[in-house]
Protein backbone atom coordinates (compact mmCIF):
# COMPACT_ATOMS: atom_id res chain seq x y z
CA UNK A 1 0.00 0.00 0.00
CA UNK A 2 2.72 2.16 0.81
CA UNK A 3 4.20 2.19 -2.50
CA UNK A 4 1.26 3.60 -4.39
CA UNK A 5 0.95 6.59 -1.96
CA UNK A 6 1.67 9.79 -3.83
CA UNK A 7 4.85 10.66 -1.86
CA UNK A 8 5.82 13.73 -3.59
CA UNK A 9 2.73 15.16 -1.80
CA UNK A 10 3.94 13.79 1.29
CA UNK A 11 6.94 14.87 1.18
CA UNK A 12 5.43 18.50 0.46
CA UNK A 13 3.35 18.50 3.64
CA UNK A 14 6.21 17.44 5.57
CA UNK A 15 7.61 20.21 4.35
CA UNK A 16 5.01 23.00 4.91
CA UNK A 17 4.15 21.42 8.50
CA UNK A 18 7.73 21.18 9.01
CA UNK A 19 8.18 25.17 7.95
CA UNK A 20 5.17 26.13 9.94
CA UNK A 21 6.29 25.07 13.40
CA UNK A 22 9.89 26.61 12.89
CA UNK A 23 7.48 29.89 12.46
CA UNK A 24 5.19 29.55 15.44
CA UNK A 25 8.47 28.17 17.39
CA UNK A 26 9.69 31.45 16.08
CA UNK A 27 6.56 33.59 16.98
CA UNK A 28 5.86 32.03 20.81
CA UNK A 29 9.08 31.74 21.69
CA UNK A 30 10.42 34.22 24.48
CA UNK A 31 13.80 33.16 24.62
CA UNK A 32 14.06 33.72 28.22
CA UNK A 33 14.33 30.00 29.21
CA UNK A 34 15.23 26.92 27.37
CA UNK A 35 12.12 24.51 27.09
CA UNK A 36 11.53 20.99 25.34
CA UNK A 37 9.56 21.03 22.17
CA UNK A 38 7.20 19.60 23.25
CA UNK A 39 6.37 21.52 26.75
CA UNK A 40 2.66 21.52 27.15
CA UNK A 41 3.36 25.05 28.34
CA UNK A 42 4.41 26.93 25.18
CA UNK A 43 2.11 27.06 21.65
CA UNK A 44 5.40 25.74 20.04
CA UNK A 45 5.25 22.43 22.22
CA UNK A 46 1.31 21.51 22.04
CA UNK A 47 2.03 22.18 18.33
CA UNK A 48 4.76 19.49 18.06
CA UNK A 49 1.81 17.34 19.84
CA UNK A 50 -0.82 18.11 17.36
CA UNK A 51 1.92 17.25 14.45
CA UNK A 52 2.83 13.95 16.39
CA UNK A 53 -1.49 13.32 16.46
CA UNK A 54 -1.62 14.55 12.76
CA UNK A 55 1.02 11.71 11.77
CA UNK A 56 -0.66 8.90 13.85
CA UNK A 57 -4.41 10.10 12.21
CA UNK A 58 -2.60 10.05 8.63
CA UNK A 59 -1.36 6.61 9.27
CA UNK A 60 -5.03 5.49 10.04
CA UNK A 61 -6.31 7.29 7.02
CA UNK A 62 -4.69 5.32 4.59
CA UNK A 63 -4.59 2.33 6.35
CA UNK A 64 -8.57 2.23 6.48
CA UNK A 65 -10.60 1.25 3.00
CA UNK A 66 -10.43 3.26 0.80
CA UNK A 67 -14.71 2.39 -0.03
CA UNK A 68 -15.15 2.62 3.52
CA UNK A 69 -15.00 6.67 2.85
CA UNK A 70 -17.62 6.55 -0.24
CA UNK A 71 -19.77 4.21 1.39
CA UNK A 72 -19.94 5.75 4.65
CA UNK A 73 -19.36 9.25 3.52
CA UNK A 74 -23.29 10.26 4.23
CA UNK A 75 -22.73 8.73 8.16
CA UNK A 76 -19.98 11.26 8.26
CA UNK A 77 -21.56 14.51 7.06
CA UNK A 78 -24.24 13.76 9.45
CA UNK A 79 -22.10 13.50 12.50
CA UNK A 80 -19.89 16.67 11.44
CA UNK A 81 -23.54 18.47 10.78
CA UNK A 82 -24.52 17.44 14.50
CA UNK A 83 -21.11 18.10 15.69
CA UNK A 84 -21.60 21.78 14.65
CA UNK A 85 -25.02 21.69 15.87
CA UNK A 86 -24.23 21.17 19.30
CA UNK A 87 -22.37 24.16 19.68
CA UNK A 88 -25.07 25.79 20.39
CA UNK A 89 -25.95 24.11 23.41
CA UNK A 90 -22.25 22.62 24.61
CA UNK A 91 -20.01 24.76 22.88
CA UNK A 92 -16.94 27.13 24.60
CA UNK A 93 -17.12 30.81 23.76
CA UNK A 94 -13.16 31.67 22.47
CA UNK A 95 -12.96 35.67 21.74
CA UNK A 96 -16.50 36.57 20.81
CA UNK A 97 -17.20 33.16 19.45
CA UNK A 98 -18.49 29.70 20.55
CA UNK A 99 -16.87 27.37 17.99
CA UNK A 100 -15.62 24.90 20.04
CA UNK A 101 -15.74 22.27 22.51
CA UNK A 102 -13.73 22.19 25.49
CA UNK A 103 -12.68 19.02 25.81
CA UNK A 104 -10.58 18.73 29.47
CA UNK A 105 -7.65 21.07 29.07
CA UNK A 106 -7.77 21.44 24.95
CA UNK A 107 -10.14 22.74 22.69
CA UNK A 108 -11.48 20.97 19.56
CA UNK A 109 -13.25 23.27 16.57
CA UNK A 110 -15.74 20.77 14.70
CA UNK A 111 -15.65 23.19 11.46
CA UNK A 112 -12.15 22.11 10.68
CA UNK A 113 -13.28 18.70 10.26
CA UNK A 114 -16.16 19.58 8.66
CA UNK A 115 -14.84 20.44 5.48
CA UNK A 116 -13.34 17.02 4.58
CA UNK A 117 -16.53 15.61 5.31
CA UNK A 118 -18.45 18.14 3.53
CA UNK A 119 -16.52 17.28 0.53
CA UNK A 120 -17.15 13.79 0.98
CA UNK A 121 -20.49 14.00 0.76
CA UNK A 122 -20.64 16.33 -2.15
CA UNK A 123 -18.68 13.76 -4.01
CA UNK A 124 -21.02 10.89 -3.24
CA UNK A 125 -24.09 12.91 -3.99
CA UNK A 126 -22.20 13.90 -7.33
CA UNK A 127 -21.01 10.72 -8.04
CA UNK A 128 -24.47 8.95 -7.73
CA UNK A 129 -25.16 7.25 -11.43
CA UNK A 130 -28.86 8.80 -10.70
CA UNK A 131 -27.40 12.96 -9.72
CA UNK A 132 -27.27 15.13 -13.19
CA UNK A 133 -26.69 18.35 -12.28
CA UNK A 134 -26.41 19.59 -15.43
CA UNK A 135 -29.79 18.97 -16.48
CA UNK A 136 -31.60 18.69 -13.34
CA UNK A 137 -32.14 22.02 -11.27
CA UNK A 138 -33.26 19.85 -8.45
CA UNK A 139 -29.84 17.90 -7.88
CA UNK A 140 -27.90 21.46 -8.33
CA UNK A 141 -30.34 22.25 -5.29
CA UNK A 142 -29.71 19.38 -3.52
CA UNK A 143 -26.04 19.55 -4.05
CA UNK A 144 -25.61 23.68 -3.19
CA UNK A 145 -27.45 22.17 0.11
CA UNK A 146 -24.85 19.98 1.06
CA UNK A 147 -22.10 22.66 0.47
CA UNK A 148 -23.81 25.43 2.31
CA UNK A 149 -25.95 24.06 5.14
CA UNK A 150 -22.70 23.52 7.16
CA UNK A 151 -21.97 27.13 6.08
CA UNK A 152 -25.09 28.32 7.51
CA UNK A 153 -24.61 26.69 10.75
CA UNK A 154 -20.88 27.84 11.62
CA UNK A 155 -22.36 32.08 10.79
CA UNK A 156 -24.41 32.45 13.78
CA UNK A 157 -21.04 31.25 16.22
CA UNK A 158 -20.33 33.74 14.68
CA UNK A 159 -17.58 32.74 12.26
CA UNK A 160 -18.33 34.16 8.79
CA UNK A 161 -14.20 33.43 7.97
CA UNK A 162 -14.81 29.70 8.09
CA UNK A 163 -18.57 29.96 6.49
CA UNK A 164 -16.97 31.41 3.22
CA UNK A 165 -14.79 28.17 2.94
CA UNK A 166 -17.61 26.51 1.71
CA UNK A 167 -18.14 28.67 -1.13
CA UNK A 168 -14.73 27.15 -2.94
CA UNK A 169 -17.01 24.21 -3.76
CA UNK A 170 -18.53 26.09 -6.15
CA UNK A 171 -15.74 25.46 -8.62
CA UNK A 172 -16.11 21.56 -8.19
CA UNK A 173 -19.83 22.08 -9.60
CA UNK A 174 -18.14 24.14 -12.51
CA UNK A 175 -15.43 21.25 -13.13
CA UNK A 176 -18.47 18.93 -12.77
CA UNK A 177 -20.01 20.61 -15.74
CA UNK A 178 -22.07 23.45 -14.43
CA UNK A 179 -22.37 26.93 -15.82
CA UNK A 180 -19.54 28.58 -15.24
CA UNK A 181 -22.11 31.71 -15.04
CA UNK A 182 -22.54 31.01 -11.29
CA UNK A 183 -19.18 32.21 -10.96
CA UNK A 184 -19.45 35.17 -13.24
CA UNK A 185 -22.45 36.24 -11.52
CA UNK A 186 -20.75 36.04 -7.69
CA UNK A 187 -17.54 37.68 -8.99
CA UNK A 188 -19.56 40.18 -10.96
CA UNK A 189 -21.49 40.99 -7.62
CA UNK A 190 -18.41 41.79 -5.43
CA UNK A 191 -17.23 43.81 -8.31
CA UNK A 192 -20.01 46.13 -8.17
CA UNK A 193 -20.64 46.20 -4.62
CA UNK A 194 -16.58 47.39 -4.10
CA UNK A 195 -16.98 49.79 -6.96
CA UNK A 196 -20.21 51.20 -6.13
CA UNK A 197 -18.46 52.09 -2.84
CA UNK A 198 -15.73 53.36 -3.97
CA UNK A 199 -17.38 55.70 -7.22
CA UNK A 200 -21.08 55.57 -6.29
CA UNK A 201 -24.00 54.07 -8.01
CA UNK A 202 -24.34 56.43 -10.75
CA UNK A 203 -21.10 56.64 -12.31
CA UNK A 204 -21.00 52.67 -12.42
CA UNK A 205 -24.16 52.80 -13.88
CA UNK A 206 -22.95 54.78 -16.60
CA UNK A 207 -19.92 52.41 -16.97
CA UNK A 208 -21.97 49.82 -17.06
CA UNK A 209 -24.41 51.48 -19.84
CA UNK A 210 -20.96 51.96 -21.86
CA UNK A 211 -19.66 48.52 -21.74
CA UNK A 212 -22.93 46.99 -22.53
CA UNK A 213 -23.12 49.45 -25.74
CA UNK A 214 -20.01 48.54 -26.68
CA UNK A 215 -21.07 44.88 -26.37
CA UNK A 216 -24.31 45.53 -28.69
CA UNK A 217 -22.46 47.52 -31.22
CA UNK A 218 -19.84 44.53 -32.09
CA UNK A 219 -22.18 41.60 -31.30
CA UNK A 220 -24.45 43.26 -34.11
CA UNK A 221 -21.64 43.46 -36.55
CA UNK A 222 -20.55 39.87 -35.97
CA UNK A 223 -24.64 38.95 -36.99
CA UNK A 224 -24.95 37.30 -33.18
CA UNK A 225 -27.54 39.91 -32.36
CA UNK A 226 -28.51 41.32 -28.72
CA UNK A 227 -32.19 41.93 -28.16
CA UNK A 228 -32.72 45.53 -26.97
CA UNK A 229 -34.89 44.12 -24.21
CA UNK A 230 -32.69 42.03 -23.00
CA UNK A 231 -30.32 44.52 -22.75
CA UNK A 232 -32.48 46.69 -20.52
CA UNK A 233 -33.03 43.80 -18.33
CA UNK A 234 -29.42 43.13 -17.47
CA UNK A 235 -28.61 47.27 -17.31
CA UNK A 236 -32.14 47.64 -14.81
CA UNK A 237 -30.51 44.64 -13.27
CA UNK A 238 -27.16 46.08 -12.05
CA UNK A 239 -28.87 49.31 -11.33
CA UNK A 240 -31.10 48.18 -8.62
CA UNK A 241 -28.50 45.77 -6.98
CA UNK A 242 -26.00 49.25 -7.25
CA UNK A 243 -28.51 51.46 -5.64
CA UNK A 244 -29.01 48.95 -2.51
CA UNK A 245 -24.97 48.94 -1.78
CA UNK A 246 -25.19 51.91 -0.18
CA UNK A 247 -28.06 50.50 2.13
CA UNK A 248 -26.63 47.44 3.01
CA UNK A 249 -23.43 48.80 3.74
CA UNK A 250 -25.10 51.00 6.08
CA UNK A 251 -28.11 49.15 7.49
CA UNK A 252 -26.75 45.51 7.61
CA UNK A 253 -22.98 45.33 7.94
CA UNK A 254 -21.98 46.32 11.72
CA UNK A 255 -19.72 49.35 12.08
CA UNK A 256 -16.43 47.44 12.59
CA UNK A 257 -17.27 45.88 8.82
CA UNK A 258 -17.92 48.83 7.19
CA UNK A 259 -14.59 50.17 8.56
CA UNK A 260 -13.21 46.98 7.48
CA UNK A 261 -14.26 47.99 3.67
CA UNK A 262 -12.99 51.58 4.41
CA UNK A 263 -9.97 50.77 5.23
CA UNK A 264 -9.19 48.19 2.24
CA UNK A 265 -10.81 50.46 -0.67
CA UNK A 266 -9.85 53.43 0.76
CA UNK A 267 -13.04 54.99 1.27
CA UNK A 268 -12.07 57.33 3.64
CA UNK A 269 -11.17 60.75 2.35
CA UNK A 270 -9.22 62.31 5.59
CA UNK A 271 -5.72 60.75 5.69
CA UNK A 272 -5.92 61.31 9.67
CA UNK A 273 -8.80 59.44 9.87
CA UNK A 274 -8.42 56.53 7.84
CA UNK A 275 -4.69 56.23 9.55
CA UNK A 276 -6.48 56.19 13.17
CA UNK A 277 -8.79 53.44 11.21
CA UNK A 278 -5.65 51.62 10.27
CA UNK A 279 -4.43 51.64 13.92
CA UNK A 280 -7.11 50.80 15.27
CA UNK A 281 -10.03 47.88 13.35
CA UNK A 282 -6.88 47.52 10.89
CA UNK A 283 -4.45 47.29 13.19
CA UNK A 284 -3.32 43.71 13.02
CA UNK A 285 -2.80 44.32 9.31
CA UNK A 286 -1.01 47.35 9.90
CA UNK A 287 1.54 45.27 11.79
CA UNK A 288 2.09 42.66 9.55
CA UNK A 289 2.58 44.82 6.49
CA UNK A 290 5.03 46.39 8.67
CA UNK A 291 6.79 43.35 9.37
CA UNK A 292 6.66 41.86 6.11
CA UNK A 293 8.02 44.88 4.97
CA UNK A 294 10.82 44.42 7.55
CA UNK A 295 12.19 42.08 6.02
CA UNK A 296 13.42 43.03 2.72
CA UNK A 297 14.79 40.53 0.44
CA UNK A 298 16.61 38.28 2.62
CA UNK A 299 15.16 38.43 5.80
CA UNK A 300 16.67 39.31 9.40
CA UNK A 301 16.89 35.85 10.25
CA UNK A 302 15.61 32.85 11.96
CA UNK A 303 14.42 34.07 15.25
CA UNK A 304 15.77 37.56 15.02
CA UNK A 305 12.57 38.88 13.75
CA UNK A 306 12.52 42.32 15.93
CA UNK A 307 8.62 43.08 15.03
CA UNK A 308 7.76 39.03 15.89
CA UNK A 309 10.14 39.11 19.11
CA UNK A 310 8.18 42.91 20.41
CA UNK A 311 4.44 40.95 19.48
CA UNK A 312 3.62 43.97 17.28
CA UNK A 313 1.55 41.55 15.52
CA UNK A 314 -2.03 40.27 17.46
CA UNK A 315 -2.46 36.45 16.95
CA UNK A 316 0.94 36.07 14.89
CA UNK A 317 0.94 32.79 15.02
CA UNK A 318 -2.41 31.81 13.77
CA UNK A 319 -4.10 33.77 11.20
CA UNK A 320 -0.77 35.86 10.97
CA UNK A 321 1.86 33.46 11.08
CA UNK A 322 2.70 34.40 7.47
CA UNK A 323 4.14 37.49 8.67
CA UNK A 324 6.77 36.01 10.71
CA UNK A 325 7.60 34.36 7.10
CA UNK A 326 7.91 37.58 5.66
CA UNK A 327 10.24 39.48 8.21
CA UNK A 328 12.59 36.21 9.15
CA UNK A 329 13.07 34.63 5.83
CA UNK A 330 11.85 38.00 3.77
CA UNK A 331 11.08 38.24 0.35
CA UNK A 332 12.90 35.09 -0.79
CA UNK A 333 11.81 32.71 1.76
CA UNK A 334 8.03 34.23 1.31
CA UNK A 335 8.21 32.91 -2.10
CA UNK A 336 9.43 29.65 -1.62
CA UNK A 337 6.54 28.89 0.85
CA UNK A 338 4.30 30.36 -2.01
CA UNK A 339 5.90 27.90 -4.62
CA UNK A 340 5.49 24.98 -1.76
CA UNK A 341 1.63 25.61 -1.30
CA UNK A 342 1.29 26.12 -4.85
CA UNK A 343 2.71 22.56 -6.17
CA UNK A 344 0.87 20.65 -3.42
CA UNK A 345 -2.13 22.41 -4.58
CA UNK A 346 -1.17 21.88 -8.38
CA UNK A 347 -0.26 18.27 -7.39
CA UNK A 348 -3.99 17.45 -5.99
CA UNK A 349 -5.41 18.83 -8.87
CA UNK A 350 -2.97 16.08 -10.78
CA UNK A 351 -4.28 13.31 -8.37
CA UNK A 352 -7.88 14.33 -9.05
CA UNK A 353 -7.54 14.06 -13.13
CA UNK A 354 -6.44 10.97 -13.22
CA UNK A 355 -8.73 9.30 -10.70
CA UNK A 356 -11.18 6.50 -12.36
CA UNK A 357 -13.87 6.67 -9.98
CA UNK A 358 -15.86 9.65 -10.16
CA UNK A 359 -16.14 10.25 -6.23
CA UNK A 360 -12.49 10.51 -5.91
CA UNK A 361 -12.22 12.41 -8.71
CA UNK A 362 -14.71 15.14 -7.05
CA UNK A 363 -13.36 14.74 -3.70
CA UNK A 364 -10.01 15.29 -4.60
CA UNK A 365 -11.42 19.06 -6.84
CA UNK A 366 -13.04 19.77 -3.17
CA UNK A 367 -9.90 19.32 -1.62
CA UNK A 368 -7.92 21.57 -3.69
CA UNK A 369 -10.67 24.17 -3.99
CA UNK A 370 -10.57 24.03 0.05
CA UNK A 371 -6.83 24.50 -0.03
CA UNK A 372 -6.60 27.34 -2.29
CA UNK A 373 -9.19 29.52 -0.83
CA UNK A 374 -7.72 29.31 2.65
CA UNK A 375 -4.33 29.73 0.96
CA UNK A 376 -4.97 32.72 -1.25
CA UNK A 377 -7.17 34.61 1.01
CA UNK A 378 -4.72 33.99 4.14
CA UNK A 379 -2.15 35.46 2.38
CA UNK A 380 -4.02 38.02 0.29
CA UNK A 381 -5.69 39.10 4.14
CA UNK A 382 -2.11 39.28 5.80
CA UNK A 383 -0.33 41.62 3.00
CA UNK A 384 -3.50 43.73 3.14
CA UNK A 385 -4.68 43.05 -0.30
CA UNK A 386 -8.05 41.16 1.45
CA UNK A 387 -9.86 42.44 4.40
CA UNK A 388 -9.55 40.58 7.34
CA UNK A 389 -11.98 37.60 7.40
CA UNK A 390 -9.74 35.08 10.13
CA UNK A 391 -8.96 32.13 8.44
CA UNK A 392 -6.10 30.09 9.20
CA UNK A 393 -2.93 29.00 6.76
CA UNK A 394 -2.96 25.35 5.88
CA UNK A 395 -0.24 23.54 7.99
CA UNK A 396 1.57 26.53 8.82
CA UNK A 397 -1.13 28.78 12.03
CA UNK A 398 -1.43 27.22 15.42
CA UNK A 399 -3.97 24.95 16.07
CA UNK A 400 -4.51 20.99 16.77
CA UNK A 401 -7.81 20.90 14.89
CA UNK A 402 -6.68 23.14 11.84
CA UNK A 403 -3.90 20.63 11.66
CA UNK A 404 -6.03 17.56 11.91
CA UNK A 405 -8.42 18.72 9.96
CA UNK A 406 -6.22 19.59 7.21
CA UNK A 407 -4.80 16.36 7.34
CA UNK A 408 -7.78 14.36 6.64
CA UNK A 409 -8.98 16.59 4.20
CA UNK A 410 -5.41 15.46 1.65
CA UNK A 411 -4.79 11.99 3.17
CA UNK A 412 -8.57 10.62 2.68
CA UNK A 413 -7.52 12.09 -1.00
CA UNK A 414 -4.04 10.29 -1.02
CA UNK A 415 -5.63 6.76 0.30
CA UNK A 416 -8.47 7.22 -2.49
CA UNK A 417 -5.68 7.36 -4.61
CA UNK A 418 -3.53 4.93 -3.75
CA UNK A 419 -6.63 2.47 -4.56
CA UNK A 420 -7.30 4.37 -8.24
CA UNK A 421 -5.98 0.76 -9.89
CA UNK A 422 -8.39 -1.32 -8.27
CA UNK A 423 -11.77 1.24 -8.81
CA UNK A 424 -13.48 0.43 -12.04
CA UNK A 425 -16.37 2.62 -13.56
Not at 63 to 91: H, P
Not at 200 to 216: A, E, H, K, Q, S
Not at 248 to 265: C, K, P, T, Y
Request: one cysteine or more; proline letters at 3%.
Amino acid sequence: MSNRLDWFSIILYILLVAIGWLNIYSATYSGDTASSVIDMSTMYGKQMIFIGVSIVLAIVLVSVEAKFYERFAGVIYLVSMLSLLGLFLFGKNVNGATSWYAIGGMTLQPSEFAKAATALALAKFLSDIQTNITTDNKDLVKAIGIMMFPALLIIPQPDPGSALVYTSLFFVLHREGVSPLYLYLGFMAVVLFALTLIYGPLWVILGICTLLGFLYYFMNRKKKRIKLYQLAAVIMVMALYSYSVNFIFENVFEQRHRDRFSLWLRLEDDPAKLDVIRKTIGYNTYQSEAAIGSGGVYGKGFLEGTRTKGDFVPEQHTDYIFSTVGEEWGFIGSVAVVILFTALILRIIFISERQKSPFSRMYGYAAAAILFFHFAINIGMVIGLLPTIGIPLPFFSYGGSGLLGFTMLLFILLKLDSNRINEWI
